[in-house]
Nanobody, 128 residues
Framework: VQLQASGGGLVRPGGSLRLSCAASGGIGDVYSLAWFRQAPGKEREFVAASSMSGRRISYADSVKGRFTISLSRDITKYTLDLQMNSLEAEDTAVYYC????????????????????WGQGTQVTVSS
């Protein structure tokens, strides 16, 4: 599966951004799709994930209530969106979308080591 992330940028504290990840290819496979992030000098960490059905969602505690993940599809691809509200300086990071093959559309994966496909990353900077 190929992943292409977009939507990063510079925003003031308290502002909002929406990230999108286009997932294409991987015909015949089922995936759980997720967002991770890596801040300067820190390890990459889990942000949010969705099952392929879109009905099972998981969030990191640090973003619960502020970020919303959603999954949609058209004839050629899936699109994984991350709506980020009430952004804080601590949310500054490079955000990556990732895909993990799973046995069925109800499975959601949050463990970084389980993700075998990664997008190129998009920078989110929260600063006044």
């Amino acid at each position: 599966v190929q992943l292409q992330a977009s939507g990063g940028g510079l925003v003031r504290p308290g502002g909002s951004l929406r990230l999108s990840c286009a997932a294409s290819g991987g015909i015949g496979d089922v995936y759980s799709l997720a967002w991770f992030r890596q801040a300067p000098g820190k390890e990459r960490e889990f942000v949010a994930a969705s099952s392929m059905s879109g009905r099972r969602i998981s969030y990191a505690d640090s973003v619960k209530g502020r970020f919303t993940i959603s999954l949609s599809r058209d004839i050629t691809k899936y699109t994984l969106d991350l709506q980020m509200n009430s952004l804080e300086a601590e949310d500054t990071a490079v955000y990556y979308c990732a895909a993990a093959r799973v046995p069925n559309v109800r499975v959601v994966v949050t463990t970084q080591a389980s993700f075998e496909s990664w997008g190129q990353g998009t920078q989110v900077t929260v600063s006044s």
